[in-house]
């Protein structure tokens, strides 16, 4: 039967949850999303985690927690254990999806420590560990594209595991992205591992890209900056898959992918709208193209399905529409370098935040249990 999110799904794009509970998982809601909305994979992150394991409705995680607290875990230590738990038991439910989509879809993605995203070596170490861990292939290792990310997204691409690279806001962070994706393939090409077994997604971020530029917009007060109003995010995110076409149109990609590499796709995150004013569905119906994933909050999903999108191309031809609200915000001083930067330490520091604050509450739990 079609529908909205069928014909989405029918159009390229994969969809994905931005949500993840033992309760979703065991309930069979998680089941009935990929039958009923073309729900193909998940993403977590801390917060997400952080909302699911301190709801006080929530039991799920009520006698596992006695268990660890008769153990003696940590904090950390039972935080992962019920994280790694939920997700493995997430990656068995879309291992038919995963089966039947090529090994493409039906992911699951787990985080590195938030305490890690300027540390490479221990979100290499890490990456590997929770690879371990989990212990299966459908995974994706959580990895922040800052700086110290990089070196570390190429070395664990190198060591044959998949990664969804997250917090990316720029065009030119993306570019190093893909340039680390490529590097990590070259080195597991040499290293004679397999590359059709590893997988990336880079996710682009793009509410939070409006909403920190609409606030400077909103600060300059002229017309053209109003003019200018919720435009930044789509425009961002349409230049960001002509790079992805550019760049796995290239010699070096072509290489890789000819050696079996399969391309690393563009996930549109924080696709849920900030601004109560915008369609719940505007950074889906924009966002449509082939090849990319879009990871939503249950909400835009529903959204998605109750009132459907446009599912043509409408990505390819916006490209120089893109490149004039880029030269518009300049004209009028937004310093959109600098809108990149503030997001990104924003995006590290709020998943510290959450890591904190749940580390804090499961010891509490632990505590109590004992």
């Known amino acids: 039967m079609s529908t909205p999110?069928?014909?989405?799904?029918?159009?390229?794009v994969s969809i994905w949850l931005d949500d993840l509970s033992r309760t979703r998982i065991h309930s069979g809601n998680l089941q009935q999303l990929i039958e009923s909305r073309n729900v193909v994979g998940v993403t977590t992150n801390p917060t997400i985690f952080a909302n699911s394991m301190t709801n006080p409705d929530d039991t799920s995680y009520d006698a596992q927690v006695h268990e660890l607290a008769a153990s003696g875990a940590s904090a950390v230590d039972a935080v992962f254990a019920a994280t790694t738990q939920d997700v493995r038991d997430a990656l068995d439910v879309f291992r038919p999806v995963y089966d039947a989509s090529?090994?493409?879809?039906?992911?699951?993605?787990?985080?590195?420590?938030?305490?890690?995203a300027h540390d490479t070596e221990g979100t290499i170490a890490q990456a590997k560990e929770l690879w371990e861990r989990v212990d299966r292939p459908n995974l994706l290792v959580k990895i922040p594209a800052t700086k110290a990310g990089l070196p570390a997204i190429a070395a664990t691409i190198g060591a044959g595991i998949s990664v969804n690279v997250t917090l990316i806001f720029s065009l030119e962070r993306y570019a190093e992205v893909i340039d680390a994706y490529l590097t990590g393939l070259e080195t597991a090409k040499a290293a004679g591992i397999d590359l059709s077994t590893i997988h990336s997604v880079a996710s682009f971020f793009v509410s939070r890209v409006d909403t920190e530029t609409d606030k400077r917009l909103a600060a300059i007060g002229t017309d053209a900056a109003a003019a200018l109003k919720s435009k930044a995010g789509l425009a961002n995110a349409r230049l960001a898959y002509e790079l992805y076409e550019q760049s796995f149109a290239g010699d070096r990609a072509k290489a890789l992918l000819d050696a079996g590499a399969t391309l690393q796709r563009p996930l549109?995150?924080?696709?849920?709208?900030?601004?109560?004013?915008?369609?719940?569905?505007?950074?889906?119906?924009?966002?449509?193209?082939?090849?990319?994933?879009?990871t939503m909050p249950e909400k835009t999903l529903e959204a998605t399905f109750d009132h459907g999108v446009v599912t043509g191309d409408t990505v390819s031809s916006t490209y120089d529409a893109s490149r004039e609200v880029f030269a518009g915000l300049k004209a009028v001083g937004v310093?959109?370098?600098?809108v990149t930067q503030v997001l990104e330490d924003e995006g590290v520091a709020k998943f510290i935040d959450s890591w904190h604050d749940l580390l804090t509450q499961v010891a509490a739990g632990l505590e109590a249990a004992r």
């Open 5 to 12: 999110t069928a014909d989405l799904s029918a159009a390229g």
């Open 102 to 116: 090529s090994h493409v879809d039906g992911r699951v993605s787990i985080e590195v420590s938030p305490d890690l």
């Open 268 to 294: 549109w995150a924080s696709t849920g709208v900030k601004d109560p004013a915008l369609p719940d569905t505007l950074y889906v119906t924009e966002l449509v193209a082939p090849g990319v994933v879009n």
């Open 335 to 338: 310093d959109f370098d600098d």
